[in-house]
């Protein structure tokens, strides 16, 4: 399946209403609830996984119904993304002994938001919103 522009600025676009679904819950949820870090951040994480899910199925991908499965890949395909810069953030400060905040910010959001969104691209459109080959001779309804 060749990948097309319209498909990664549909991607993008979800990315970007997650994220900023995800940023506002959290600052709300810390700001004026004064909710601890740990719970306002996973509960942020889900609502912004969930408006990335949604703005996959519906406008990226075009799926008028989704089921429990499909989200649950979903979801564990952004854990993996969160792992990778995770990863990009241990590996650079306590691996590589940069441990500066722009060091820290540059590993994590920087390299690691890169590497992770790819591996959620990759993910998304191989492993939860996969498309059926087309039978030999007939047309792809995905195609157009």
Do not use: I
């Amino acid at each position: 399946m060749t990948v097309t522009g319209r498909e990664v600025a549909a991607f993008a676009a979800a990315g970007l209403a997650a994220y900023a679904a995800d940023l506002a819950l959290f600052l709300w949820l810390r700001g004026p609830l004064a909710m601890d870090p740990l719970t306002a951040k996973s509960l942020s994480f889900v609502a912004g996984c969930t408006v990335a899910y949604l703005g996959n199925a519906l406008g990226t991908y075009r799926r008028g119904r989704t089921g429990l499965r499909e989200y649950a890949v979903f979801f564990a395909v952004n854990v993996a993304g969160a792992a990778v810069q995770l990863l990009c953030v241990g590996v650079s400060h306590y691996g590589l002994g940069l441990t500066s905040a722009r060091a820290d910010t540059v590993s994590g959001l920087g390299v690691g938001m890169a590497l992770a969104t790819c591996l959620r691209f990759w993910g998304t459109r191989t492993l939860v919103f996969r498309t059926p080959a087309p039978v030999r001779g007939s047309r792809s309804p995905w195609t157009g």
